[in-house]
């Protein structure tokens, strides 16, 4: 017996076989890639929420906002004297920028940022807030300034909780920020 | 047309049957007979003949796979055309595959007759107990004569992968031979 032989027992071989290897592969399912994929594509969100990556911001209920800001100054401060619950909001994942409002402009609040803190915002980067009625600390103790009032409001910082993408990015909460010592 | 109504046109002696087929499977048989014989013409000469054979044995025989059935009579036809001196002074594919094979012969210091049919048989019963994978590269390589780079295509995997798997088969064909008393 050699090799020629061999080969030429081959021809013996099974027709079930032979169709067999004729036929296309069967792949077997392999989940290593579309795991990989998932992985990237948790990143990349994850990316996309830490850095927004734009100056603007949009879809922000300015009832909601002003109404709950007002809530947040309402409240007792904490025993370290901040303003309500920002470290909460941090532990949430959103990020955190502080902003001063500085005029009130079609329907919207532009704000400069003071402090970029968590975000990718440059220090005097330009936000608008689509707020109608202005929101500042009191000067008559009701919280809100007077609707309308289109004059620059006074000096005062807020802190802005935000999430989102780009295209779709989110105030998700605004407190007073704490005045500096 | 599909394999059931070709085989009914043999079974009726039309030879649109032979047609059929051509059109069905020639390209593939050429390929086949071309990669043993490295040969235009003598693969041309080779399908012809596997025409003419299967015309011959079609009725009363009724395949159940029909390609495997013409692939088999063209392999046979193939090989009894192959000029074993002239295809070693070329380098054809096939002295390499039959090198490959001559691995997973046990002892090649003693010749042993045996019937390439009860060969066969062996063969069978050693691809039965291969996992299904390994079966088909061994197949496509020893069966069919495709090369490497083509296997791997194939199967999505490297050259590597298929070396080493067409490896550890003339490894375990080796084995198996030995344990059916293939050793002298």
Known sequence: MNGKEMLEAMSFVDEKYIMEAEQSVSRKFRWQPLAALAACAAIAILALRIYPGRQTMTAVSPAAMQEYAAEIRAEPADEDGGAGEPMAMMAMGFLQVTVRIDRYEDGDAVCIVTDPGSSSYAVGAEIRIPMPEPVSADTDGDNTAEAGEETAPEEENFILFVTGTDEDLRVIDIVPAEPEE | ?184
């Open chain 2, 1 to 184: 047309m599909d394999d059931g109504k070709i085989i009914d046109l043999y079974f009726q002696r039309d030879e649109e049957a032979i047609t059929q087929t051509a059109l069905a499977y020639g390209s593939r048989l050429y390929s086949l007979a071309h990669r043993i014989l490295d040969s235009r013409e003598d693969a041309e000469e080779s399908v012809s003949d596997t025409y003419l054979k299967t015309w011959e044995s079609i009725p009363p025989t009724r395949p159940s796979f029909f390609y495997a059935y013409l692939a088999k009579i063209c392999r046979f036809t193939a090989f009894g055309r192959l000029d074993w001196k002239n295809a070693a002074k070329r380098k054809a594919e096939i002295v390499e595959l039959t090198a490959e094979m001559e691995l997973c012969i046990p002892d090649m210091r003693h010749e042993l007759q045996l019937e390439a049919e009860e060969l066969g048989r062996l063969l069978n019963a050693f691809l039965a107990s291969l996992p299904e994978d390994s079966r088909r590269i061994f197949l496509r390589r020893y069966w069919y004569g495709d090369s490497i780079e083509e296997i791997a295509a194939r199967f999505g995997m490297g050259q590597s992968n298929v070396k080493t798997r067409l490896f550890r088969t003339r490894n375990a064909l080796r084995s198996f031979l030995e344990k059916e008393g293939i050793t002298v």
